[in-house]
């Protein structure tokens, strides 16, 4: 048999990097624009990878800091959690103080494992955050004042979910604690997460930066909703720069990291207790940068652990890595906070599972079997759930605007028309939006849809084929009861916003993707994200002409065919646990 031959180890694009760095120092979103459009699939070809699994150098799913001192958390017993319905009520669950039991199922419902899948010899894990190809290129990092069990002082910490556990990297004076939080509202703590792009770009090649960021946006929904099961609140700092971070949790210490297996710094937000705080004008959402450099001169602990044996650079998603880099913040214009004028939980009856259960049990469908309908009512309570109302759960952890509208692929909803829809998630841009698509659509709302949803019937018709055939060929999309593209307001919030928002419009995706999952779950049905689509073809279904709007995310939600001859185990079981 003829064996593959290598690539060379490092994967260039094409053209003089020299220049593409230069023109970085005056405007990064050509760059942005321009690797966008470098990492479409098309009909006749797909963005640029291996073309293959190269599993010799299969990256390890789990980073950890060799010489780190482990703290394990205690595996949750009985499911405290409320139900489902109860968690994105504003002041319905009671605040836990923090502690290490509170800490651990803040991890335990946002990044832990949540299953091993068994089939023959060959296991694989599960988590509750979810990721494209269940390659997880997401960490999560924790800075605390001092709690009994966890340290006697103040310390930044790497969550490790295989062990369930906290490695200690640095620890902190009090007096560095005090300036570092002295904005923040009494009892807050700090969370990051940063993107290994190695773990995506192993399988995904140069579309993986892409992949990272929706996954940083299923990360970040996972963990406001997890603080909202203990009656926490979570907020993103977003005045942060992407030093501060980086200097705050390690990451810029490169010699403590192999290279090409680096950390790049995502987002970091702010867990607070108290729930009457309101999520506005009230606390100081950047941190003091000589609070931040002074965390940096501290005694840093353990290196980070070796994820292959090789690599393959794929030198245009260090390009992107640097334009997106944010240096400064912006303010943000006013959002829209316009509260529905019924309680989504009036609108479909979901099964009456705990918050915990329905968190704990999301998967992916691997297939969707054809058949299954669900009613109007089940669609618009979805629908309604992924609106941006800053008044629910988790669209209360961000100040910046919402950019992100979905356009539908209806197959078997009963009582709704199969064909295309729009639900345009800022009734404000309903006018743009009709200019951006095709002339002759009919933009009708359903007569029976609730009056706040705004939800367009575009064009009927039989839009299963449609719907897989931009999917990548995948029946998935054609065979759930509904699939969507998520259609990003693109190159006029780059320009307003800079490069680095590019990150911000997957973020989005991604958080809608989440709450999709769970709700899916709540109804007894599945769902599962699509990353692999083709970007123009979709764009040409719609009308999209240009780079005004363009899809970065699909999804589908349906029925799941089992495959019986999968294995569930628990997820802890390698730790004697059986939960």
Same mark, same amino acid.
């Given at each position: 048999?003829?064996?593959r031959s290598r690539?060379?180890r490092?994967?260039?694009?094409?053209?003089?990097?020299?220049?593409?760095m230069?023109?970085?120092e005056?405007?990064?979103?050509?760059?942005?624009?321009?690797?966008?459009?470098?990492t479409k699939?098309?009909? &006749? =070809?797909?963005?640029?990878? @291996?073309g293959y699994?190269?599993?010799?150098?299969q990256?390890?799913?789990?980073?950890?800091?060799?010489?780190a001192p482990l703290i394990r958390?205690?595996l949750p017993?009985e499911d405290r959690t409320?139900?489902?319905?109860?968690?994105?009520q504003?002041r319905v669950v009671q605040? #836990?103080t923090?502690s290490?039991?509170?800490?651990?199922?803040?991890f335990?419902?946002?990044?832990?494992?949540?299953?091993?899948?068994?089939?023959?010899s060959?296991?694989?894990?599960? #988590?509750v955050n979810?990721?494209?190809?269940?390659? =997880?290129?997401?960490e999560?990092y /924790?800075?605390?004042y001092s709690?009994?069990g966890?340290?006697?002082?103040?310390?930044?910490?790497?969550?490790a979910?295989?062990?369930?556990g906290?490695? +200690?990297?640095t620890e902190?004076t009090e007096?560095?604690w005090?300036? /570092?939080?002295?904005?923040?509202p009494?009892?807050a703590f700090?969370?990051g !997460?940063?993107s290994?792009h190695?773990r995506?770009s192993?399988k995904?090649?140069?579309?993986?930066?892409?992949?990272c960021?929706?996954?940083? %946006?299923h990360a970040?929904?996972?963990l406001?909703? *997890?603080a909202?099961?203990?009656?926490?609140?979570?907020?993103v700092?977003?005045h942060?720069?992407?030093?501060q971070?980086?200097?705050?949790?390690g !990451?810029?210490?490169a010699?403590?990291f192999?290279?090409g297996?680096e950390?790049v710094?995502?987002?970091?937000a702010?867990? &607070?207790?108290?729930?009457d705080i309101p999520d506005h004008e009230?606390?100081?959402l950047?941190?003091?940068d000589?609070a931040?450099r002074?965390v *940096?001169q501290g005694?840093?602990?353990?290196k980070?652990?070796r994820l292959?044996?090789d690599?393959?650079?794929w030198?245009i998603?260090?390009i992107?890595?640097q334009?997106c880099?944010?240096?400064k913040w912006k303010?943000?214009?006013?959002?829209?906070?316009?509260q529905?004028?019924?309680?989504?939980s009036? @609108?479909a009856?979901?099964?009456?599972l705990?918050?915990g259960q $329905?968190?704990?049990?999301r998967?992916? *469908?691997?297939?969707m079997d054809?058949?299954t309908?669900?009613?109007k009512?089940?669609?618009?309570? +979805?629908?309604?759930?992924v609106?941006?109302?800053?008044h629910f759960?988790p669209?209360?952890?961000?100040g910046?605007p919402n950019?992100v509208?979905l %356009?539908? &692929?209806?197959?078997?909803?009963?009582?709704l028309?199969?064909g295309?829809?729009?639900?345009v998630?800022?009734?404000?841009?309903l006018?743009?939006?009709? @200019?951006q698509?095709?002339?002759?659509f009919l933009?009708?709302?359903?007569p029976?849809?609730?009056?706040y949803?705004?939800?367009?019937?575009?064009?009927e018709g039989?839009v #299963?084929?449609l719907?897989?055939?931009v999917s990548c060929?995948q029946e998935?999309?054609g065979d759930?009861t509904?699939?969507l %593209?998520m @259609?990003?307001?693109?190159?006029?919030t780059l320009?307003?916003?800079?490069?680095?928002?590019?990150?911000?419009l997957?973020?989005?995706?991604g958080?809608i993707?989440q709450?999709?999952?769970?709700?899916?779950e709540?109804?007894? $049905?599945?769902?599962t994200? $699509?990353?692999?689509? &083709?970007d123009?073809p979709?764009h040409?279904v719609f009308g999209?002409?240009g780079?005004?709007?363009q899809?970065l995310?699909h999804?589908?939600?349906g029925?799941?065919?089992q495959?019986d001859?999968?294995m569930?185990l628990?997820?802890?079981?390698h730790l004697? %646990?059986?939960?």
């Amino acid at each position: 048999m003829m064996q593959r031959s290598r690539p060379k180890r490092r994967i260039a694009m094409e053209g003089d990097r020299g220049t593409e760095m230069q023109s970085l120092e005056a405007d990064a979103s050509p760059t942005i624009l321009n690797y966008h459009e470098r990492t479409k699939h098309h009909y &006749f =070809h797909f963005a640029a990878s @291996l073309g293959y699994l190269d599993w010799d150098t299969q990256p390890n799913p789990f980073r950890r800091y060799e010489d780190a001192p482990l703290i394990r958390l205690t595996l949750p017993g009985e499911d405290r959690t409320p139900r489902y319905e109860a968690m994105f009520q504003p002041r319905v669950v009671q605040s #836990r103080t923090p502690s290490l039991a509170s800490l651990s199922e803040f991890f335990y419902y946002s990044l832990a494992l949540s299953a091993w899948k068994q089939f023959g010899s060959s296991r694989w894990f599960l #988590r509750v955050n979810p990721s494209s190809g269940n390659l =997880h290129p997401t960490e999560g990092y /924790l800075a605390i004042y001092s709690l009994d069990g966890l340290h006697p002082k103040p310390a930044i910490y790497h969550y490790a979910p295989h062990e369930h556990g906290l490695e +200690m990297r640095t620890e902190l004076t009090e007096d560095t604690w005090s300036n /570092l939080t002295s904005g923040l509202p009494s009892g807050a703590f700090l969370i990051g !997460l940063s993107s290994i792009h190695w773990r995506e770009s192993w399988k995904y090649g140069e579309r993986a930066y892409r992949y990272c960021q929706h996954d940083a %946006g299923h990360a970040l929904a996972a963990l406001r909703i *997890a603080a909202a099961l203990l009656g926490w609140k979570l907020y993103v700092l977003d005045h942060a720069c992407d030093e501060q971070i980086a200097i705050l949790f390690g !990451l810029d210490r490169a010699e403590e990291f192999i290279r090409g297996e680096e950390e790049v710094p995502d987002l970091l937000a702010v867990v &607070f207790p108290d729930a009457d705080i309101p999520d506005h004008e009230i606390f100081d959402l950047s941190l003091p940068d000589e609070a931040v450099r002074a965390v *940096a001169q501290g005694r840093w602990i353990g290196k980070a652990n070796r994820l292959s044996s090789d690599h393959y650079d794929w030198e245009i998603i260090d390009i992107v890595t640097q334009a997106c880099r944010k240096e400064k913040w912006k303010t943000f214009p006013p959002v829209n906070t316009t509260q529905t004028d019924t309680p989504v939980s009036d @609108l479909a009856g979901r099964q009456q599972l705990s918050a915990g259960q $329905i968190i704990r049990q999301r998967r992916s *469908a691997l297939a969707m079997d054809g058949l299954t309908n669900i009613s109007k009512e089940v669609f618009y309570a +979805m629908m309604t759930r992924v609106l941006p109302d800053r008044h629910f759960i988790p669209w209360d952890s961000f100040g910046w605007p919402n950019f992100v509208h979905l %356009g539908l &692929f209806v197959h078997r909803v009963a009582g709704l028309e199969p064909g295309l829809y729009m639900l345009v998630r800022d009734a404000r841009r309903l006018e743009w939006l009709k @200019l951006q698509m095709h002339p002759s659509f009919l933009w009708r709302k359903p007569p029976d849809a609730p009056g706040y949803l705004p939800l367009y019937f575009l064009k009927e018709g039989d839009v #299963r084929r449609l719907a897989s055939q931009v999917s990548c060929a995948q029946e998935i999309a054609g065979d759930g009861t509904f699939s969507l %593209g998520m @259609l990003a307001e693109f190159k006029p919030t780059l320009s307003e916003y800079g490069a680095h928002f590019y990150r911000n419009l997957f973020w989005e995706t991604g958080m809608i993707g989440q709450v999709l999952y769970l709700e899916a779950e709540a109804f007894g $049905i599945r769902s599962t994200g $699509i990353g692999c689509f &083709f970007d123009d073809p979709v764009h040409e279904v719609f009308g999209i002409q240009g780079q005004e709007l363009q899809s970065l995310y699909h999804f589908t939600v349906g029925a799941p065919t089992q495959d019986d001859r999968l294995m569930t185990l628990p997820p802890y079981l390698h730790l004697g %646990g059986n939960t």
